[in-house]
């Protein structure tokens, strides 16, 4: 209750000014709140209601800056109130103040216009990559169906350092095996990199 009294008291300084209202406030340390009402201003109810105090209304000092055409702030300990130009309307700014304003939007656009360009690039430069990994991971895919039919299409037997041998074994399946495992080795870490790629793509896709 003592934070309101203070608030609403500090809205009495401003109606009847420093020196006169000096005894007065002095006399409201302490009193009771009779009642609360709700305060409106502009036709919007403010955040904090007008009060009585033996049967006179107070109101907050910011809501009578804001009567008055005034900004009201507290800056270490110290109640700031500036002028604006007229009720509820602020000082219209300088030549200089618009061109700055200016200034920053034509940065604002620029760095937009930028950032767009350059997911623009990666989007395009992605698109490329996928294309090549695509073609690369379908390239293989036949390579390593082709191996595997002629796995399955080696005679029983075949010559191996001169000599007649069963392909089963042999050291000439183990070759087949083994560059069939090096293919599809090869295939997982193309089909990574593209799932990767398509991850950067999509991200950017929600980006713009």
Sequence with gaps: MRKVIVSFVAGLLV?????????????????????????????????????????????????????FGAKVSWLDGEIIMEKTNGIGGATPPTAEEMAEIARIEQERLLEETEKKNEILMQKSRLRGEIQTLQFKINALKREIESRE???????????????????????????????????????????????????QKAELEEAS
Excluded: C, W
């Design 149 to 199: 039919e002629g796995m399955k299409k080696t005679p029983e037997y075949v010559f191996s350092n001169g000599e007649l041998v069963p392909y089963e074994g042999s050291e000439l399946q183990k070759k087949h095996q083994e560059d069939l495992a090096n293919l599809r080795a090869e295939l997982a870490e193309l089909e990574a990199q593209l799932a990767e790629l398509e991850k």
């Design 15 to 67: 109606a009847i000014g420093v020196n006169a209202a000096y005894a007065e406030v002095a006399t409201l340390i302490g009193k009771q709140v009779d009642g609360q009402f709700p305060l409106k201003i502009g036709g919007e109810l403010s955040e904090v209601p007008a009060i009585t105090i033996e049967g006179v209304s107070y109101i907050p000092l910011r809501a009578a800056g804001e009567i």
